[in-house]
């Protein structure tokens, strides 16, 4: 069964708008493996999750934008010709339009209401699924919507998102995120190369399910450590020009190529290079392993990575660590790791269908004595691509 837009959406559109709506469904993502590597030009392994943004439409007769959503207050309206960040919500929507026209597109005013089920904020992607399902929205408007096929169309519609979001929201978010919600494809993971912007459909094996297991602790931190571990990465590439002159980002070195020159980064530079350069190496290693359906050892490789991600790279935290171990010991646990950018937010965890309440109700348990905290767990499949609901 195709999935079927929030009712809510449907009831609350009534008192929005006289049209009748046209509905577009945009998928949250989460990260199997390939953390903090595309900022420095690597590969990453997402899929796109069955919960989604949902965007009811309908054209206007003037060249107006006027956006609400059901998980925040206010209406947003802007005028086509005068499209500017408003700092508040809506600025992800006002900003995909923006970016659009600065690409040529000739938009046209519409109402936008806004359904999520994806949390706000859990690192599930909520605001490139806000900006990708809007913009696909006001090009559908016009009958310009990318089609499923269409790759010129759809990587045009990431970089908008992408663009909103540095220049209207103010978040330097990378590409892996929009990418995801354009190319993504049911029962499958994105591989992405970063640097060259190629990307393959992994298939996901038959029989499982993706458990996102949230600590529920956000950490005031995660933003300037964040920042701090990009300028560690640079210097990491600045030191290793001293032996390679053109080096321009950690992703052209292999581990062994790394270890022979590791000795000239300082530390702690030397051990975060030396997480994104083992982690692109598990990217590959990972999509091999799914493509044996090779349970143990995916399993060794994320927890490769989430050991690398805790030792090296410094951005778990007790949450995420007991939250890792709660899954390894609970029923139907096929392999997991922390995800996202650390300090806090979840981890993802393969298991096999058939055992997502025993699952979920081992790891609430373990959980809650380890940390004394409610875990808030979503079982959700490999979701597509933006598109029509
Ligand atoms: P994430 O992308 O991990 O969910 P972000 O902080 O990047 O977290 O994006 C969350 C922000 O995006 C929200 O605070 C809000 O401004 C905007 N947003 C996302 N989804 C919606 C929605 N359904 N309705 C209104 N605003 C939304
Ligand atoms: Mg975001």
Redesign the pocket.
Known sequence: MSPQPPPALLDAWRAFSASPPLLYRAP?RVNLIGEHTDYNQGLVLPCAISLA?WIAAAPRDDDTLRVA????EGIVTARLTGLAPQR??????LGVAAMLARDGERLRGANLL???E?????????????EVGAGFALLALTDRAPGPADRAGRWRLAHAAQAA?HQF?G?R?GIM?PACCVLAQADHALWLDCRSLDTQLVPLPAGIRLALCDTGVRHALASSEYNRRRQECEAAVAALRAVRPALTSLRELTPSEFAEAAERVPEPARRRARHVISENQRVEQAVAALAAEDWPRLRAILAASHRSLREDFEVSSPELDAMVAAAESAPGFLAGRMT?GGFGGATVNFIREGSEEAFAGGVSAAYRRASGREAAIRIVTAADAVGPA
């Open positions: 949250g943004t959503s059901l998980q925040m508040s919500w809506g600025d992800g929507v806004i359904a999520s994806i949390p706000l904020g859990a690192g599930l992607s909520s605001s490139a699924a806000l979001e929201v978040t978010c995120d996202g």
